[in-house]
């Protein structure tokens, strides 16, 4: 069973920039696509960006395009979520999650990633 474990979030004024870590345990990480999620208050959950295996490829949601970058280091089995120019609308708990295989979902559902770090909290002030 592999663990996510997110770091990295706080608080930031609008305009500034977070970066998000997740670090997974276990050896095969580089099997596997990445992504992130995050939860507002009182919203559901959403998709917000994905990697494949090897970093090759990359989608996000449209609303954090250009604005937010996701990678990954193998060797470090790591992935991470580079946050610019934020807005009071990013701010959500995020989470990390893994998906079921190495290649980015066909679709952005929730179903198609199998294993969830427990998220970690992002506030943007105006």
């Known amino acids: 069973q592999v663990q996510l474990v997110e770091s990295g979030g706080g608080l930031v004024q609008a305009g500034g920039s977070l970066r998000l870590s997740c670090a997974a345990s276990?050896?095969?990480?580089?099997?596997?696509?990445m992504g992130w999620f995050r939860q507002a208050p009182g919203k559901v959950r959403e998709f917000v960006a994905a990697?494949?295996?090897?970093?090759?490829?990359?989608y996000y949601v449209e609303s954090v395009q250009a604005r937010f970058t996701i990678s990954r280091d193998n060797a470090k089995s790591t992935v991470y979520l580079q946050m610019n120019s934020l807005k009071p609308e990013d701010t959500a708990v995020y989470y990390c999650?893994?998906?079921?295989?190495?290649?980015?979902?066909?679709?952005?559902?929730?179903?198609?990633?199998?294993?969830w770090g427990q998220g970690t909290q992002v506030t943007v002030s105006s």
């Open positions: 999650a893994r998906s079921r295989g190495g290649f980015l979902p066909q679709d952005r559902r929730e179903v198609n990633f199998g294993s």
């Open positions: 276990g050896r095969t990480f580089s099997n596997y696509a």
């Open positions: 990697i494949n295996w090897s970093g090759s490829n990359t």
